[in-house]
């Protein structure tokens, strides 16, 4: 087992962007199975791996003390962007942010990076745009091609972007949403971004906003595919180490609160008032501190000391708890809590790629939401609580469920 290890994860000791150093972790979240390994139901053995956050005193970028080989992580995944009718909502809106700043006139050549089923790039599609898919895990870029949208399987990095270059020419529009901090080796990334662009093009990266992870105790969005946790100051420093500088950004409903930022090649490229304003209230709040990292952690841990009471107590006094969303993030938070099977019967998922098989480390099984709800369930606790708005209404008007549902974030417990 400790040859296979090995082979699967490397213990990281120097910064992965700058090379400084790194110290000692200032967040052990104990040795957790990856977010989205779920189980059959005869499995036979699980791996589990080092969960822990340490912060760079040069740079400032928060990240994980463990590599996963990202083969293990992404050829075979099971997150579907067009899942969730949020998520398809807000595709429509994405469309219309990046639309607004195209310099090139009506049409222009998108690519997209980790395009999964394509959700993102059928506006552009639609509208007539050039439109190109990358995306390493086959089963999902077969998706996203069945559905008409043109999509490479591959893992992205400068040696690609050169080749897409070479085949295709550069891109007016590049975006990575939520996949820059998934990758170890991002300064290659990166470089292939600058490499792929247009001379007068555009980058998009959206990615959960660090800001709102430490002040909202997202420490459910710590798990291994996350290697970074970006602020707006610590993703600006990345991008100008490859000569690509920030002039816009917007907020994003994903992930209980994320940051889509613009920049080009142009480093006089004037940067908006809102940028100016966001990265100003960013310094005040401290955000980038070792100080203020390190209360996060130890009102993580109070979080969930509490969220493991009430749960228990629940069970304790005779009561069903089901979850709800089979989230990655779900499993950082259950396997922190050490919530299973023991004390949460079963989670409700739509994605039938999910149902029938266990929740990483908890062993809780997932089932339709269908099957859930047709029993008796007292209380639900919303596993994926940053779709809290789309997940309530599904519950109480589709699924007629009328007990307690327990939002666990951000920041405090509540009953809704």
Not at 7 to 27: H, N, Q, S, W, Y
Not at 84 to 101: D, I, L, P
Not at 300 to 323: S, Y
Request: aromatic share 8%; charged share 20%.
């Amino acid at each position: 087992m400790a040859i296979e290890m090995i082979r699967k994860a490397e213990k990281v000791g120097m910064c992965r962007i700058c090379g400084t150093d790194l110290p000692a972790p200032f967040f052990h979240l104990g040795q957790q199975p990856l977010a989205n390994s779920l189980l059959k139901p005869k499995f036979e053995s699980e791996d589990v791996y080092e969960l822990a956050l340490c912060h760079c005193s040069t740079c400032k970028t928060v990240q994980l003390t463990q590599t996963i080989a990202p083969e293990i992580l992404f050829r075979d995944y099971i997150w579907v962007t067009g899942t969730a009718s949020t998520t398809r909502a807000y595709a429509k809106a994405f469309f219309t942010n990046v639309s607004q700043r195209l310099p090139f006139g009506e049409l222009a050549k998108i690519t997209e990076i980790a395009s999964n089923d394509g959700t993102f790039l059928k506006p552009f599609l639609d509208a007539g745009h050039n439109v190109q898919g990358i995306d390493p895990a086959r089963n999902i870029a077969q998706i996203a091609i069945n559905a008409g949208i043109p999509t490479v399987s591959e893992f992205f990095g400068s040696d690609i972007a050169r080749q897409q270059r070479i085949d295709k020419g550069p891109s007016d529009v590049i975006i990575a949403r939520n996949v820059i901090p998934h990758v170890a080796d991002v300064n290659d990334v990166i470089a292939g971004i600058e490499h792929l662009m247009s001379e007068k093009g555009i980058g998009v990266i959206e990615f959960h906003d660090a800001s709102k992870i430490q002040t909202e105790l997202h420490y459910d969005s710590i798990y291994h595919e996350h290697i970074f946790y970006f602020t707006i100051l610590t993703l600006e420093h990345l991008l100008n180490r490859h000569g690509l500088y920030l002039f816009d950004i917007e907020e994003s409903p994903i992930s209980g609160g994320s940051w889509v930022v613009f920049f080009s090649k142009d480093a006089n490229k004037s940067q908006s008032k809102v940028l100016l304003d966001c990265k100003q209230r960013e310094e005040s709040k401290g955000i980038n501190e070792q100080s203020s990292w390190v209360d996060f952690a130890k009102n993580c841990e109070n979080h969930a000391l509490r969220l493991t009471k009430i749960i228990q107590n629940h069970v304790t006094n005779g009561l069903i708890v089901a979850g709800y969303g089979a989230s990655a993030r779900s499993s950082t938070m259950l396997n922190y809590c050490k919530l299973s099977h023991h004390n949460i019967t079963v989670i409700a998922d739509k994605n039938v790629m999910k149902q029938g098989l266990l929740a990483p480390g908890t062993h809780i099984p997932i089932e339709d939401p269908e099957d859930v709800f047709n029993r008796n369930i007292d209380i639900v606790l919303l596993c994926a609580w940053n779709f809290k708005e789309e997940i309530v209404d599904f519950l109480r008007n589709e699924m007629s469920f009328t007990g307690d549902i327990i939002l666990p974030l951000p920041n405090f417990i509540e009953i809704v």
